[in-house]
């Protein structure tokens, strides 16, 4: 599956999926009402390494970013967002985006990564476990889910 790193004319084609992940409120904890304006600004920020997945036609069925999760002396802790389309699940883009997400940051010299808010009935939460990733801690009754009631956030971390 060819990753590569995410051009800004790749907005339009990242939109429409990440749109519908967040609306439906299952999976991030960011407002799903956030507006395209917004999501652009949070999802393409210059602060971020951004990657698309695309099937062997070109299109767009996957991103991720990588940025720093801490400043300073922290720094070299990363963090990462992953969003597949919903149409398009199963068929390997998260874990071949994951391999390669954290395949740079160790390259790019980042000793670890955290994820800060993973909700606890998230599906992918699977994925990062076989992965390495494991639950440092869960806050609980944080994330107001919308078919599942009230689940907690598990802060999750790896090292590189």
């Keep these: 599956m060819p990753i590569r790193q995410a051009a800004a004319d ?3 084609r990242i939109w429409p999926f990440w749109h519908r992940i967040v609306a439906a409120a299952e999976t991030y904890a960011w407002d799903p009402d956030t ?4 999501a652009r600004a949070l999802w393409m920020s210059p602060a971020k ?5 695309e099937d062997d036609g070109g299109t767009v069925v996957g991103s991720a970013y990588l940025t720093a999760n801490y400043g300073g002396p922290a720094s070299r802790i990363a963090n990462a967002g992953f969003m597949v ?5 199963g068929r390997g883009t998260g874990r071949a985006l994951a391999d390669h997400v954290l395949s740079e940051a160790k390259a790019l010299g980042y000793t670890g990564m955290v994820f800060n808010a993973v909700v606890e009935t998230n599906p992918a939460v699977a994925l990062w476990a076989s992965l390495g990733f494991t639950v ?3 806050v609980p009754e944080a994330y ?3 078919r599942h009631g009230t689940v907690g956030l598990h802060i999750m971390y790896r090292a590189l």
């Design 49 to 53: 390494r951004v990657y698309v997945a």
């Design 144 to 146: 107001e889910h919308p």
């Design 10 to 12: 790749d907005w339009p």
């Design 136 to 138: 440092l801690g869960t």
């Design 85 to 89: 389309d919903p149409d398009r699940t």
């Design 35 to 38: 507006t395209e304006e917004a």
